[in-house]
C-alpha cells in the first residue's frame, strides 16, 4: 500500500488549503483513513479520521469547525479541507490508512499500519 500526500504550502492566516492523499495497493473503501500532523519540535498529534464509508468522522478539538475531511471511494482519495488557518496549524501533514477489520475512528497513530510521505503547511500570521 502506498499513500501519497499533496496539496501542502504557503498560505496567510484565515486562509484555506485543501490537502489530498491517495491511495493505492490495496482495497480503499475497507481503510479507515486518518489524518495527523507534526510541528516543529513537537510529537505527532492527531487531526481528525473519516469511516469507510466517509459517513462517520472525528477530529481533534484544535480544528473542530474549521477542517472537514472527505472521502471518495472511487477515487482512492480523501482530502482535507483546512479553513480559517492559524498559524498554530503549522505543521508536516501525513494520511494514514488503517486496514484492520475491526478498525474504528483512532486517534492515536498505532491504530494505522500505513503512512504518506506527508506535506508541509505553513501559516503565516
Known amino acids: 500500500v502506498q499513500l501519497q500526500a499533496s496539496g501542502g504550502g504557503l498560505v496567510q492566516a484565515g486562509g484555506s488549503l485543501r490537502l489530498s492523499c491517495t491511495y493505492s495497493?490495496?482495497?480503499?473503501?475497507?481503510?479507515?483513513m486518518g489524518w495527523f500532523r507534526q510541528a516543529p519540535g513537537k510529537e505527532r498529534e492527531f487531526v481528525g479520521a473519516?469511516?469507510?464509508?466517509?459517513?462517520?468522522?472525528v477530529y481533534a478539538d484544535s480544528v473542530k469547525g474549521r477542517f472537514t475531511i472527505s472521502r471518495d471511494n472511487a477515487k482512492n482519495m480523501v482530502s482535507l479541507q483546512m479553513n480559517s488557518l492559524k498559524p498554530e496549524d503549522t505543521a508536516v501533514y501525513y494520511c494514514?490508512?488503517?486496514?484492520?477489520?475491526?478498525?474504528?475512528?483512532?486517534?492515536?497513530?498505532?491504530?494505522?499500519?500505513?503512512w504518506g510521505q506527508g506535506t508541509l503547511v505553513t501559516v503565516s500570521s
Open positions: 495497493g490495496g482495497t480503499f473503501s475497507r481503510n479507515v
Open positions: 494514514a490508512a488503517d486496514p484492520s477489520p475491526n478498525a474504528f475512528l483512532g486517534r492515536s497513530s498505532r491504530f494505522y499500519t500505513y
Open positions: 473519516i469511516s469507510w464509508s466517509g459517513s462517520n468522522t
